[in-house]
């Protein structure tokens, strides 16, 4: 089931001193979704932000879907945190709620989009039993917890197979990469079967946000 190609820059890559401008810049360059993860010191090792920074960003302005990903371990009390500081999409890992099928429904009951997301050692048929609750299925292509990190090979071969699954299923549910994505190899990446990528070094470390975000659209299309 096709569907629209989407780019969330990840604002870890970004200014945070001045982040509203930061999300302002990017959207006007053509950005779909604000990409914000969420690392808590525990579930990774690093520490980034909470939801006075989602809430923030809507006081500011940002009227574009935020989509959160939950890095974070236990996870119930953030989604709820999250959904009402105006979270569009929360993404959650398995690993880190013991009643996943509940988790899940959590997001949905609050009003957002729900989420799984598959680290590079976690298989995809974690993700059979609960796509039924599933809006977007996130492909992780480095380990969690840090920016700017190199896109692991075999995730392609991951993304192939989770595609199959849900084309298989019927369900409008968007695959999303996270991690390493830059203009050389995102076009390998759509190949595989992602709909929506999340870019954080490679936009954000560049001179023209418009002219990457033109750049990796072309390559998602094969131009």
Do not use: W
Not at 66 to 74: A, G, K, S, T
Not at 116 to 127: D, F, I, K, Q, Y
Not at 185 to 199: E, L, M, P, Q, Y
Request: hydrophobic residues 45%.
């Amino acid at each position: 089931m096709a569907q629209e190609i989407f780019i969330a820059p990840s604002v870890l890559s970004a200014d945070f001193a001045r982040l509203g401008a930061e999300c302002d810049d990017v959207l006007e360059a053509g950005a779909d979704m604000i990409h914000l993860d969420i690392m808590d010191n525990h579930y990774v090792p690093n520490l980034t932000v909470g939801p006075m920074v989602c809430r923030a960003l809507r006081d500011y302005g940002i009227r574009a879907p935020i989509d959160v990903h939950l890095m974070v371990d236990p996870v119930d009390e953030l989604i709820v945190q999250f959904a009402e500081a105006g979270a569009s999409f929360i993404s959650i890992h398995p690993e880190a709620t013991r009643h996943l099928d509940r988790s899940l429904q959590l997001i949905r009951d609050l009003g957002c989009k729900a989420g799984l997301v598959l680290n590079p050692g976690t298989s995809v048929g974690v993700a059979r039993q609960v796509l039924s609750r599933l809006d977007l299925l996130l492909v992780m292509s480095v380990n969690p917890g840090f920016g700017g990190q190199t896109f692991i090979s075999y995730t392609l071969d991951k993304l192939r197979e989770a595609r199959q699954l849900i084309d298989e299923s019927g369900l409008p549910i968007r695959l999303e990469v996270d991690g390493g994505v830059k203009v050389h190899n995102i076009s390998d990446v759509a190949r595989a079967g992602a709909d929506t990528f999340v870019v954080g070094s490679a936009i954000f470390g560049a001179v023209s946000y418009a002219e990457v975000l033109r750049q990796l659209r072309v390559a998602v299309h094969g131009g």
